[in-house]
């Protein structure tokens, strides 16, 4: 099991707004069920808030492109997200292998409530791997 915890930020030097914050917490935990069974769970939560671009020199904000010609004023944008993927390896002879495997992606209004977090995205997976083996020329 492994947990990390990375806090950044940057702070604009003209008036010393904080304009990025970033906090990731991350668990993973690795459990070697039996030699040919392994399974894995990582999950990673990510706060995000970043106040709108302005510029170093002026202050004024910056302006954005939305569409093609289209232009508007930069504003502050927040993300709040929570991603969890889980994999099971089955490996009953050296060369062959199974993977079976599941993601989600969860996102919610508030960093690190986990109250009304609301599902985004999910995935899942499937691998086989066989090596076939021949007998050599005789």
Request: glycine share 6%; net charge positive; no cysteine.
């Amino acid at each position: 099991m492994s947990a990390t915890y990375v806090n950044t930020s940057f702070t604009r030097r003209s008036d010393n707004e904080r304009t990025l914050s970033t906090r990731i917490p991350r668990l993973k935990v690795e459990y070697q069920v039996a030699s040919p069974v392994f399974v894995r769970i990582v999950s990673q939560y990510e706060a995000s808030k970043r106040e709108a671009l302005r510029d170093p020199r002026t202050g004024e904000l910056l302006l954005v492109s939305t569409s093609p010609g289209t232009f508007q004023p930069s504003t502050a944008r927040v993300s709040n997200s929570l991603r969890a993927d889980w994999l099971f390896s089955y490996r009953p002879t050296p060369g062959t292998v199974f993977f079976a495997g599941y993601g989600s992606g969860l996102t919610e209004p508030e960093p690190l409530a986990f109250d009304r977090l609301r599902r985004v995205t999910d995935a899942f997976f499937v691998k086989a791997s066989y090596r076939f083996r021949t007998s050599g020329p005789r």
